[in-house]
């Protein structure tokens, strides 16, 4: 119901841009977000982005270089990433939110995850 | 910055309760949310709003959460139940992980 893609090798300092398509449910129904793992270590939040593209928010280790957006109509999530660093290496999930947002009032949890993109940035 | 704390490892015995704990400051006064993580798989939500259940994931799965200290329960744990378990809990707009627990059944 979550396929991720445009994960790759990357130069540090540049740029990537991943997707996730949404199916079987209402995507502009919900608030959702990018969640990351690097191997062998937990589970990080990323960011995250309303039902409407009102409110969004960001991780401390990303806020102004990353940039999430969704287009309803397509049914699409993307995470724009600049000026990436060894440290983004990780597999990229998309997530799906229980409720619509906005983002900081969510009650619920993150009900659907994606299968993952990875991204890799070679310093 | 805010932080949930979870020990690294848990061991329970096939049919026994395993308890999972995640702590954090006034957690009692957010909802936390608990993951599943197996290896290769992508993580499954067994608790949200401290202790209601998704559809689909069985009743030995509850939590609780007051004061400082979030719990996850699983009762009569199963082999199949052996995986890594992240509390999470949203501070103002951010979203907090805990750092897991690796639950390990034998």
């Known amino acids: 119901q979550l396929a991720e893609s445009g994960g790759g090798l990357v130069q540090a300092g540049r740029s990537l841009r991943v997707s996730c398509a949404a199916s079987g449910f209402t995507f502009g129904d919900y608030a959702m977000h990018w969640v990351r793992q690097v191997p062998g270590k937990g589970l990080e939040w990323v960011s995250g982005?309303?039902?409407?593209?009102?409110?969004?928010g960001y991780a401390d280790s990303v806020k102004g270089r990353f940039t999430i957006s969704r287009d309803n109509a397509r049914n699409s999530l993307y995470l724009q990433m600049n000026s990436l660093r060894a440290e983004d290496t990780a597999l990229y999930y998309c997530?799906?939110?229980?409720?619509?947002?906005?983002?900081?009032?969510?009650?619920?949890?993150?009900?659907?995850w994606g299968k993952g993109t990875t991204v890799t940035v070679s310093s | 910055s805010y932080d949930l704390n979870q020990p690294p490892s848990v061991s329970v015995s096939p049919g026994q309760t395993a308890s999972i704990s995640c702590s954090g400051d006034k957690l009692g006064n957010k909802y936390t949310c608990w993951y599943q993580h197996k290896p290769g798989q992508s993580p499954v939500l067994v608790v949200f709003q401290d202790n209601q259940r998704p559809s689909g994931i069985p009743a030995r799965f509850s939590g609780s959460n007051s004061g400082n200290t979030a719990t996850l329960t699983i009762s009569g744990t199963q082999a199949m139940d052996e995986a890594v378990y992240y509390c999470q809990a949203w501070d103002y707009n951010t979203v907090i992980f805990g750092g897991g627990t690796k639950l390990t059944v034998l």
């Open positions: 982005i309303d039902w409407n593209s009102a409110t969004t």
């Open positions: 997530v799906k939110d229980m409720s619509p947002g906005p983002i900081g009032t969510q009650n619920g949890g993150m009900d659907v």
